[in-house]
Structures are given as structure tokens and as C-alpha cells.
């Protein structure tokens, strides 16, 4: 990796992270679980490095083995985080009526 | 423009769907969508990989694909299949699947990798230690959680050394694996890394999993991010570094209500070597179901204080149908929910909304503690140290300081416990001595379903 990627790539993370900062502030003690678990799923994006692995990564067969193991479990990750959430935020809405 | 720069456009519109998304989840009314947005922009950046590494013809089309669908087939069926009250687990077991994934994307990069680069190199040793740790401390703590091994602190002699030398030991071998590339060395910063997980949460008692597990949340974030610089990856950045952070806040909040640091939680070892308080006088005055049911009928404003007792014991649908028997009778009921109560954030909102309790009904502390005077009747079911006096009263007790639920200036406290020992923490609770204070002692659920029969009768 050259510096002028990596300064790049850290411009992108600071303003991220202060951006997360920003985004919630006061969360109902309602929302608490939801969040976490549909923040989490978002945490599964590294799926898309585990494509990449499975792909091409290193052209080693340990590498693409790797990636397939990170793939499986980024995608439980990813899809079983939304659907739970989902199921959790559909309660809420039953209750409030 | 080629396909490479359609991916990274398409990249920029999932970031932007994340970042809505998380806003929108953190408020009642928008919750839902912003879930869909966000798990639309997760398919936007998957649909968007596999094309741009199919237009480069670098695509392994056989395993990819078994892969999603072998991991979304997991996912789907757990996620469907798992009930309110295991969702603790679910929670960690995503978490580390995710950490996991993240350490394992580092691994591939460099593996039969020789040579390696500077910034590469730090990148993967970030990514496996941040991964590593999110994944074993999350297997720990779903154990702790699913009670495969014991919830309370694991101390010994020796622990912080023992931690501190670990670390020393990632930073040594990280630092001679960049320099060398020797594959042992990287096998050791994972072994460590692993390592390091466990012994970062065993310490931690189960009172203090709501900070453990949105901590973790936050770590698998930046895990991902991490893996980010690894593969030189916008959208996993901006995404891990928003879970991250929004994972921190939500750590501080879980923090302020237990009136302690982060730190503290970390590296306190609550409970475990503190000292235990003042003693307590009085005794506890037991009562029966009948007994408890006349003082119940007469009632006129009831406050139900739920904790993890009444998820062990799956007690949230007798404790709503409880509630409306008691609103028939014409009495106020409301549900006084601590942030901390039960083993994650929102615990008890997410088992009372399960068993359709309307939310109008589901109060924060302060509202209910504003007015707690006026509660005929305060039932503690399952709830123990959120509702422990001895955190505004006795200086010497180690929650001293922690807001907690003053269900002791309610005019009867109905306190549901299956036995006399001190609860999870150890701790002694000098509510149970208090002059208005019952115990009602048995399984939470038979007891309060011994009432709900007494209504109907």
C-alpha cells in the first residue's frame, strides 16, 4: 500500500468516525437492542472483503479458503442481524398501536 | 467509466444508505425503515463486488455463491427460529461471527504472502487483534450469557500482568512478523489475539454484560474497518467506523447507568474483590400468593420493575396478562424499565414488547422515580441490584452511586425472588429488609400467574 492510499483511506475513517459520533444522540432505552443489533449487521460489510479473498486474495488456495470461511460467516452475520432486527422492530410497532 | 468506478460509486450510495439507516434506527418512528435502508445498502455494495470482480474476470463464481447462500441460510433460520428471551445470545454470536469474519479477511490477504508491506502489514495485525478479540471475548460472553459456564467474575492473581504481557507479546511478534514475514509469527499475533478475548471478558460479571456486549458491537465494527485498510476498501471503512463509534455511544450510555467508567467495567472486576457493604439489619418478611392478591385488589397504581429473573424465567406473558387484570380492576400499571436491567441494552423492552405490553405503558427510570411516592404497590420480578437502596444510602457498597429504580419509596414493594441467597452480584439487597418490603418467594412465573388466577376467580 503507497502512503498517498493509506492518507486517503484515514481521511475516509476520521470523518467517519466522527460522523458516527454525530449521527445518534438521545436513544429510547426502547431502541437499544434494535440498534445494536442492526448496527452489528452493518459490521458484516466486511463480506465484501470475504468475496474479494474468496475471489482473488493472495492466489493462494489457503487464502481463498479463508475468505469462504470469512464469507460464511459474515453473511450469518449480515443477513440473520437484519432479519432479527426486523423481527424485533415489527414487535414494537404490534405494541404501540 | 469502467466497472471499477460504477463499484465505487455504487459503494458511496450503500455508505450513504448506512449512515441514514443508523440515524433512523435510533428513533421509534423511523427504527424499521432505517433497518430496510440499511440492509439495502449491504446489497447494493454485495451486488457491487461481485459484479466489478466478475467484469475483471476475477470472480470464483462456485464459491461465492455457496458461500452466501450457505451463510444466508444460517442467518435466515436463526434469526426466524430464535425466540425474545435468547436474544442475548443471538446478539454475541453475530458479534463474534463478525469479528471472526473480519480477522479471517486479514488472514487471506497475507497468507502465503512472503514479503510484506509496512502499512499492510500494521493494517492486518489491527485487523486480526481488533477481530480476534471481538471474536473469543463474544464467545465468552454468549457462554456467560447461555449459562454454559458460570456468569460471575473469573479473577485470579495476576490477571492484568498476565493481559498487559499478552499485549506485549502481539506487539512483539506483530512487529518481527512485518519485518521477517515468517508464518509462525502471524499464527502466534492470532493465537494471542485469541487469547487476549477471553481473558478480556472472563472478568466481567453478567450484571455488566449490557456494556460487554454493546462494547463488542462497537469492536466488530472496527474490525471491519480495519479490514478496510487491509484491502484499501472504502465502504467497509466508512461502515465499520460508523458501527464503531455509534457501538461507543451506546457502551457510554450503558456506562452512565451504572454510574461507572468504562475502565472501571473493564478492568474493575466488580463484585468479585470489592468489598461487600455495610450489614444490613431487619429481616425479610415473606408473604403468600393470597395475601399478596388483597393487597393488590385494593391497589390503584401499580409499577411491575422487571429484571433478568423475569427473563430466566420466561415470565413476560403472565406478567402482562397480570397487568391487564390489574387495569380491569382500575388500577394505573406501568412497567419501570432501568437501562441496565437484564444482560444487553433494551433487554426487558424487547421481552415485554414479545409479549405485548403497548408501549405507553413501558416507562423510563426517572419518569417513574418522579412519582414514586404515589405507587401503591412496586413488583420487583426478577430485577435485584437496579432496585439495591444501598446505592443512594450506604457509601460503602460497591453500586454506591449507580441511579437505580426507588421502588423503596413505593408504599408496598412486592420483591418476587426464588430463594434467599444474595442475587447474581453477590450482593446483598437491603430492600428486602425494609419495613415495606415482601417477599413473595417461589418461581417468578408461578407466582405471578398464583395471582393473575386469584383475579379471575
Known amino acids: ?97 | 467509466m469502467d466497472f471499477v468506478q460504477i463499484q465505487n460509486l455504487a459503494y458511496i450510495g450503500a455508505s450513504i444508505l448506512f449512515i441514514l439507516g443508523i440515524k433512523m434506527l435510533g428513533k421509534a418512528d423511523t427504527a424499521r425503515k432505517g433497518n430496510r435502508l440499511s440492509s439495502i445498502g449491504m446489497l447494493i455494495a454485495v451486488v457491487a463486488t461481485v459484479v466489478g470482480q466478475a467484469s475483471r474476470g476475477e470472480l470464483h463464481w462456485g464459491m461465492v455463491l455457496a458461500g452466501l447462500v450457505l451463510g444466508g441460510g444460517i442467518g435466515l433460520v436463526s434469526a426466524r427460529k430464535v425466540a425474545m428471551t435468547g436474544m442475548p445470545e443471538l446478539v454475541a454470536l453475530f458479534n463474534g461471527f463478525g469479528g471472526l469474519g473480519s480477522l479471517l479477511v486479514g488472514w487471506a490477504e497475507v497468507a502465503g504472502v512472503i514479503k510484506i508491506d509496512g502499512f499492510t502489514g500494521v493494517a492486518v495485525w489491527a485487523t486480526i487483534l481488533i477481530g480476534g478479540i471481538t471474536f473469543t471475548g463474544s464467545m465468552v460472553a454468549w457462554a456467560k450469557l447461555a449459562e454454559k459456564i458460570g456468569g460471575s467474575a473469573v479473577t485470579f492473581s495476576g490477571q492484568k500482568v498476565l493481559n498487559a504481557a499478552l499485549f506485549v507479546g502481539l506487539l512483539v511478534c506483530g512487529g518481527l512478523w512485518i519485518s521477517t514475514g515468517s508464518p509462525g509469527l502471524l499464527y502466534a499475533v492470532i493465537a494471542l489475539s485469541l487469547v487476549l478475548g477471553v481473558m478480556a471478558v472472563i472478568p466481567i460479571g453478567g450484571g455488566d454484560m449490557p456494556v460487554v456486549i454493546a462494547l463488542l458491537n462497537s469492536c466488530s465494527g472496527l474490525a471491519a474497518a480495519a479490514a478496510g485498510f487491509v484491502i484499501a476498501n472504502n465502504v467497509l471503512i466508512v461502515a465499520g467506523c460508523l458501527v464503531g463509534t455509534s457501538g461507543l455511544i451506546l457502551t457510554v450510555i450503558m456506562c452512565k447507568a451504572m454510574n461507572r467508567t468504562l475502565g472501571n467495567v473493564l478492568f474493575g472486576s466488580f463484585g468479585a474483590a470489592n468489598g461487600a457493604g455495610a450489614a444490613v439489619e431487619g429481616e425479610m418478611k415473606a408473604l403468600s400468593v393470597e395475601d399478596a392478591f388483597y393487597v393488590l385488589e385494593a391497589a390503584r397504581d401499580v409499577v411491575f420493575v422487571p429484571g433478568y429473573g423475569m427473563a430466566v424465567a420466561q415470565a413476560q406473558h403472565v406478567v402482562k396478562e397480570l397487568g391487564e387484570l390489574l387495569t380491569e380492576n382500575g388500577a394505573e400499571v406501568r412497567y419501570a424499565i432501568h437501562p441496565v436491567a437484564g444482560r444487553m441494552p433494551g433487554h426487558m423492552n424487547v421481552l415485554l414488547a414479545e409479549a405485548d405490553v403497548a408501549y405507553e405503558q413501558l416507562c423510563e427510570m426517572d419518569d417513574v422515580n418522579a412519582t414514586m411516592e404515589m405507587v401503591d404497590v412496586a413488583i420487583v420480578v426478577g430485577a435485584n441490584d437496579v432496585v439495591n437502596p444501598a446505592a443512594i444510602e450506604d457509601e460503602t457498597s460497591p453500586i454506591y452511586g449507580m441511579p437505580i429504580i426507588n421502588v423503596h419509596r413505593a408504599q408496598t414493594v412486592f420483591a418476587l425472588k426464588r430463594g434467599k441467597g444474595a442475587g447474581f452480584s453477590g450482593l446483598v439487597n437491603t430492600l428486602f429488609f425494609r419495613d415495606n418490603t415482601r417477599m413473595i418467594y417461589g418461581d417468578a412465573k408461578e407466582t405471578i400467574s398464583g395471582l393473575a388466577n386469584q383475579f379471575k376467580e
Open chain 1, 1 to 97: 500500500m503507497d502512503p498517498s492510499t493509506l492518507i486517503l483511506l484515514l481521511f475516509v475513517f476520521t470523518l467517519a468516525g466522527f460522523l458516527g459520533f454525530e449521527l445518534i444522540a438521545k436513544v429510547p432505552s426502547q431502541l437499544h437492542t434494535p440498534l445494536m443489533s442492526g448496527s452489528n449487521a452493518i459490521s458484516g460489510i466486511t463480506v465484501v472483503g470475504a468475496i474479494i479473498a474468496t475471489s482473488t486474495m493472495g492466489d493462494s488456495e489457503l487464502g481463498r479458503w479463508l475468505g469462504f470461511a470469512a464469507l460464511v460467516l459474515a453473511t450469518i452475520n449480515v443477513v440473520g442481524g437484519y432479519v432479527v432486527t426486523d423481527r424485533m422492530l415489527a414487535m414494537f410497532r404490534k405494541g404501540k398501536k
